[in-house]
């Protein structure tokens, strides 16, 4: 049954769709499977009794009773095209590319992508079975995680709140590669990866044992076969695919692009022909700041097209940070005018985030109306408070914030709701590819 490409495309030729190969078919030895085991075409062929295209509770079980009572992946009988992120043309080649963080030696292949889709989704990679990248960073929410502090695989809290995960691979801004995390403790996309594994809240792994169980899974070894050439299971191979995956995972679909389009070229100060009056001021407050209050807008930090972060930056969240952020890492100053690193955080990028509450790194904002409300009026003038907050203020001890009024704050909520995404959340480039039993 599992000779090889050949063999079950012959088998597919030969006999008749929904045939019973199922009967006495033993748990399959890891090595000698094909990726093409796990396509759509071989399972609904083997487990598709009533050939209704799905499989049924049934019929799941029968595929993780095949597979020694686990869940495997189902993937696409025609590879998903990952290579192509589908970019508006208002935003050019030059910008994209200045904004490009992937490394010479690990470019997106579909079939490296491909991996590190069933990777995030894969429960295997934390210590007990229970805990995926997934379940922290569901597809739904933008994958983000709706609790303030998520559930790792023994059920501890994190200490911050889940980060989105889009256009991670456009983060370069001014020149500048900030890290990732609220503190920027992980210098590339690959670093990242292997942290929440070994994390003994998350998921709780060591690297040594992380491979051995992976090598052992039938999936893996065809899956690193066809990214990377050798079907043995690698740290290196497990960080490089899941950060193809995560960059792969572009957001350029929203109301807001359609409008730039529509309005042609990248100047995002001008109004957009199709937004509303409210959706237009607020992006004038966004991009251009409050006038007679501050010249700098929010696009300052959060910069449009991606609208993600250059640096770490102190908003003035509290007076005395219980969660130092970048400043717990004992690196000097991150900018001259501010005499340390103390309170600053690198926020993830914007896009979506009418979808990914609560907010701020300890999540302690339920709602965006909360968070326009502390950057009008709650303000602390901490000793690192980015400039961009008091500038106009003669008096150096308090802040003027962005100071607004009840209509601009409704409207720069309206403005950050059109940053939302819809086809991303339902992608299934970027879904869950595990044959499951019902949740
Ligand atoms: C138990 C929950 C949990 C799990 C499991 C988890 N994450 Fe996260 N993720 C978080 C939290 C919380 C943060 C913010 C952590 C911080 O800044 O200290 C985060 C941050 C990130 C970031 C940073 C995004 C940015 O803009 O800087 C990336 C990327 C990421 N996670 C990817 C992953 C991947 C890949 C996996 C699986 C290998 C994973 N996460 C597993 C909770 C989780
Ligand atoms: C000086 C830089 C700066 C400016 C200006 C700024 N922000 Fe932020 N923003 C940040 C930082 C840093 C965070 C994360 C803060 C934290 O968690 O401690 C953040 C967080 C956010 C978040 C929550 C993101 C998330 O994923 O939880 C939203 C929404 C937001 N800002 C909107 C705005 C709006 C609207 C404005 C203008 C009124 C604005 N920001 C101005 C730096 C800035």
Redesign the pocket.
């Known amino acids: 049954m599992f000779g090889g490409k050949t063999l079950i495309a012959s088998l597919l030729l030969a006999l008749p769709i929904g045939g019973d190969l199922r009967a006495d078919t033993p748990a399959p030895q890891a090595d000698s499977l094909e990726v093409e085991t796990f396509t759509c075409a071989v399972l609904l062929y083997r487990f598709d009794r009533n050939q209704d295209g799905e499989l049924n509770k049934n019929e799941r079980a029968a595929v993780r009773e095949a597979f020694g009572q686990l869940d495997v992946p189902m993937l696409p009988t025609k590879p998903h095209r990952y290579l192509d992120a589908k970019v508006p043309s208002y935003i050019s080649a030059t910008v994209l590319e200045s904004m490009d963080n992937t490394p010479e030696d690990n470019p997106i292949t579909d079939a490296g992508a491909a991996l590190g889709r069933v990777l995030f989704y894969d429960r295997q990679l934390s210590q007990n079975g229970t805990t995926a990248c997934a379940s922290c960073h569901p597809q739904e929410k933008a994958f983000s995680d709706p609790r303030q502090f998520s559930l790792g695989f023994e059920s501890g809290n994190t200490n911050r ?1 889940s ?2 995960l889009v256009n991670l691979r456009y983060t370069v801004l001014l020149g500048r590669h900030p890290g990732f995390f ?1 503190d920027e403790r992980a210098p590339t996309l690959e670093a990242q990866v292997l942290i929440p594994i070994q994390d003994k809240v998350e998921m709780g792994m060591e690297l040594p044992e992380l491979e051995n169980k992976l090598q052992q899974l039938p999936y893996y070894p065809p899956l690193f076969e066809a990214a990377f050439g050798s079907p043995q299971v690698t740290r290196d191979g497990i960080s490089k695919a899941v950060a193809q995956f995560m960059r792969a995972m572009t957001s350029f679909d929203s109301r807001f692009d359609r409008a730039a389009a529509a309005t042609g070229g990248d100047d995002y100060s001008a109004d957009f022909k199709d937004f509303t009056a409210e959706e237009n001021l607020g992006k004038s ?2 991009i251009d700041g409050v006038a007679g209050v501050t010249e ?3 696009a ?3 910069v449009p097209p991606t609208f993600s ?1 250059p640096k ?2 102190n ?1 003035g ?1 509290d007076l005395y940070y219980v969660d130092q ?1 970048l400043g717990a890492r004992g690196l000097p100053p991150n900018d001259p005018l501010t005499p340390s690193n103390d309170g ?5 990028s ?1 896009r979506n ?1 009418a979808l ?1 509450a609560p ?3 300890d999540g302690r904002f339920k709602t ?1 109306e909360r ?2 409300e502390h ?1 009008s009026d709650g303000v602390h003038p901490h000793v690192n408070l ?1 400039l ?2 008091n500038e106009d203020s003669s008096d150096t001890t308090s802040t003027s914030g ?1 100071r607004m009024t009840p209509t601009q704050k409704s409207a ?1 909520v309206a403005f ?1 709701k059109t940053l939302t995404d819809e086809s991303l959340l339902t992608d299934p480039r970027f879904s869950d590819p595990f044959v499951r039993l019902a949740e």
Request: hydrophobic share 55%; proline share 0%; aromatic share 20%.
């Open positions: 709140n980060m989105s609220w407050l966004f700098i807008g929010c300052h930090c959060h972060m770490s930056f908003t969240l952020g600053k955080f690198r926020a993830s914007l985030v990914t907010y701020m790194h965006l968070v326009v950057y980015e961009a907050f962005f720069i950050l």
